[in-house]
């Protein structure tokens, strides 16, 4: 079979639950399909609409790889019923999708290898993988297609409950046979159910000229969360959300940002999180954004104190973001 890997984060990334994507969008400021923006403030998604970027299929949409030797499809995710998958919590439900990989050729090939990760909502938060102990790892194992053949492996999340109804977006990253770089290709429905919510607000960028930015906000295309911190031990554990737009209609790499922690009036550095310690590096969709929470050790006497985050960029372009510690 061929191989459906989730891609796993370390443990400096605490994964977020996630859900599978409508074609609508969670606001109308953002770019329209067409890549150009609306007149207010600079937003991440097209509006609300059946239409979707030129780059993102619905769901069933047979996406063609490479030269057209392999089509791609995958279908919306279905909830799966309670106590099918262990380890899921009870705020949350598990979810299966179908991906399809079909032989265009007129001979027996290896079926690429692929990775899928579905980001939900407007802030594109991250699902976690299903735990499926009858999940076996010939999966890893390159599978053999006839000509005109294709080959379906189903893909298990874990969803929050509180995503029901909401868009997403999927990423499925394909590497066909002696390519050591993957191809992404992009998917957008909506989980099953109604929103419990409305839906979050798209990101709308940093005013001009604003050189620190309260955490919460955006500042340009990254935003970084306020600080919560465990209430365990005397090296605790803080948490923040980073978020990245891609503004463009071109996918773009991942992440791709290093985290500087700097804490109290003086500025010591507590801890420095980087892209290659954990963060999900799946590329991002035009006009989407994608978030990650990531975890890093502080002092228990910097708690309370304030805190200063340096987010760095792969081309060093720095965004300084200010607020409390915890």
Known sequence: MFTMRLRHALPTVL??????????????????????????????????????????AKPGTALPLGDGAWTVTLQGFERLPAGAVPGVPADA??????????????????????????RYGALGRTAAEATDSSASSSRDEPQQVRPNGSVDRDVQLVLPDQAQGLPVTVTLEATEEGLAEPEPLFFEGALPGTAASPAIQAPQGAPTGQSVTPLGQWNGQVRVSKVTVSREGASRTGSVELSVVNRSGDPMPGLGTTLR????????????????YGYRDAAIAPYRSATQTVSFRVPES?????VTVEAVDAGGSKATFEGTLG
Not at 93 to 118: C, E
């Open 15 to 56: 994964l977020a639950g996630a859900v599978l994507v409508s074609g609508c969008a969670d606001s109308d400021s953002g770019p329209k399909p067409d890549g150009k923006p609306t007149k207010s403030a600079p937003g991440v998604r097209p509006s609300p609409s059946t239409v979707l970027p030129d780059s993102i």
């Open 302 to 306: 910097a708690v309370g104190g304030p």
């Open 93 to 118: 439900s598990a979810y299966t999708a179908r991906v399809t990989v079909a032989n265009q050729r007129a001979q027996v090939a290896t079926a690429p290898r692929t990775a899928v990760t579905a």
């Open 261 to 276: 922690i700097l804490t109290g009036q003086d500025l010591h550095l507590a801890a420095t999180v980087r892209p290659v």
